[in-house]
């Protein structure tokens, strides 16, 4: 006898009349197939629950649970729904075949059956099965392909702004670890603040992890200030310090023309924030639009105290580190005015903890 499917693929026969599933079973075992009886849909769905199935020929009329609801519920799990149902009926009316259509079945067969009938719909839609499935698997294949690629795009686009913050960093003549410090630092904060009563619920790991590779843009608008202005030991001119004043808002553009390519990104918008707010007083003295209190986004308002304690604590050409002590104590004058006091509070007990 010939042998046309696979050994593996098993169709699943539900019919509470005995003579019925030993005919379709005889058939199924002609081609090739592996039957699997059942006598109601109550059996059935505990079969396709332990096997994997490529195909179900499903009666209609049974006692426990009749075919139609057995059919429903199959197609509203999502392990199931995708496995084809060929309904096998006495009932020939056409709301009959059309109820097994809408509740999802691909084919209806009439009894008596014919076995040629059968085998020509069984090999149809086995095929049709296995042609779907491997459709699928394209496109879970596409689709991991797609997201490695965007993912070594973003990886690429942090690298190279990465790179322009060193530059941006180096023309101001700051420490050669300030970025990593700022990015340890930041996250250190945000860990503790996830702590407190009042920002447990604003601030999630997601929300940490990105805080620490944002915050080291802060200062990529450095990038069009002169160096002159950048590296000058004395005290700035009206004219300069208004030209120091314009780095928030470019940098905040650059990374503005970036997300319209890159679309809903956390890392950027976050960045963006950073960039943009991170001069920003908490008592509406800074700079550049004048936010104040809790209008500053909570990045920012992170990025501004622990960014001021790193640069504090290294060498500039114009003056040697303080201590993390003495930064602490210069910072305190500006509790409430450029920082918000219960952020540096915090910062006061973790400072150590900084490095």
């Not at 169709?11 to 699997?36: C, H, K, T, W």
């Not at 199931?80 to 060929?86: A, D, G, L, M, S």
């Not at 086995?126 to 990886?155: I, P, W």
């Not at 409430?336 to 400072?351: M, T």
Request: with cysteine.
């Amino acid at each position: 006898m010939a042998q046309e499917g696979r050994e593996d693929e098993k169709i699943l026969i539900v019919d509470d009349v005995e003579a019925n599933r030993f005919v379709l079973r005889d058939i199924v075992q002609s081609m090739g197939y592996i039957p699997i009886l059942a006598e109601n849909g109550e059996q059935a769905l505990k079969v396709v629950e332990r096997f994997p199935v490529q195909l179900v020929i499903l009666d209609i009329a049974m006692p426990v649970m009749d075919g139609y609801e057995c059919c429903r519920m199959m197609k509203a799990d999502a392990r199931t729904r995708n496995i084809p149902i060929v309904f096998i009926s006495a009932f020939d009316e056409p709301e009959d075949i059309v109820q097994g259509f809408a509740l999802g079945g691909e084919d209806y067969i009439t009894k008596p059956f014919i076995p040629e009938v059968v085998k020509a719909r069984v090999k149809i839609h086995l095929r049709l099965y296995e042609a779907n499935q491997n459709l699928m698997d394209l496109n879970r294949k596409l689709q991991t392909s797609v997201n490695a690629q965007l993912k070594q795009m973003e990886a690429e686009r942090k690298n190279v702004l990465y790179a322009l913050g060193r530059v941006a960093r180096e023309n101001a003549h700051y420490d050669k670890t300030n970025m990593e410090r700022l990015s340890h630092n930041c996250r250190v904060m945000a860990e503790a603040l996830q702590l407190t009563v009042t920002y447990s619920g604003l601030i999630s790991d997601t929300f940490v992890s990105t805080i620490e590779i944002a915050a080291p843009l802060c200062d990529i608008g450095n990038l069009t200030v002169p160096t002159d202005i950048l590296q000058k030991t004395g005290e700035l001119t009206k004219e300069e310090m208004q030209i120091m004043q314009t780095h928030p808002t470019i940098g905040a553009k650059i990374l503005r023309d970036i997300q319209i390519s890159s679309g809903d990104n956390d890392f950027l918008q976050m960045s963006i924030e950073i960039v943009n707010y991170h001069h920003e007083n908490w008592d509406g003295t800074g700079y550049p639009t004048g936010k104040e209190g809790n209008d500053i986004p909570l990045p920012a308002q992170i990025v501004a105290v622990v960014n001021s304690f790193c640069a504090l604590t290294e060498s500039r050409s114009y003056r040697e580190a303080y201590t993390p002590d003495e930064a602490i104590a210069i910072m305190e004058e500006d509790c409430g005015v450029k920082f918000n006091p219960e952020i540096f509070s915090v910062l006061k007990k973790i400072h150590r903890q900084m490095i």
